[in-house]
Nanobody, 116 residues
Framework: QEQLVESGGGLVQAGGSLRLSCVAS????????FAWYRQAPGMSRELVAG???????NYTDSVKGRFAISRDNAKMTVYLEMNSLKPEDTAIYYC??????????WGQGTQVTVSS
């Protein structure tokens, strides 16, 4: 069964850091591309960062220089390192995989709350 499980969210003060993890199972991890999305209350889901199977990354402008996405193929895990967090980063963060067959798989999400 294809599955993604996120963890690492929590409550942090502005300026703090968190590292999110997304553990995959049931997919051909090495051939998949991954992305982190977030959705704040009342807002649409937005792309935060992506990483392809070659390790090339991309970021939305608001997190450039503060967030870093990475992948560990041996552990079948994707990470999102978040530094210098701001209250506007508060959202539910979701991991998404696009498999080699073009399927999209979503995790259940993890809450990140940044207090001012």
């Amino acid at each position: 069964q294809e599955q993604l499980v996120e963890s690492g969210g929590g409550l942090v003060q502005a300026g703090g850091s968190l590292r999110l993890s997304c553990v995959a199972s049931g997919i051909r991890f090495t051939f998949a591309t991954f992305a982190w999305y977030r959705q704040a209350p009342g807002m649409s889901r937005e792309l935060v960062a992506g990483i392809n199977r070659g390790g090339t990354t991309n970021y939305t402008d608001s997190v450039k220089g503060r967030f870093a996405i990475s992948r560990d193929n041996a552990k079948m895990t994707v990470y999102l390192e978040m530094n210098s967090l701001k209250p506007e980063d508060t959202a539910i963060y979701y991991c998404r995989a696009q498999t080699v067959f073009g399927n999209h798989i979503w995790g259940q999400g993890t809450q990140v709350t940044v207090s001012s």
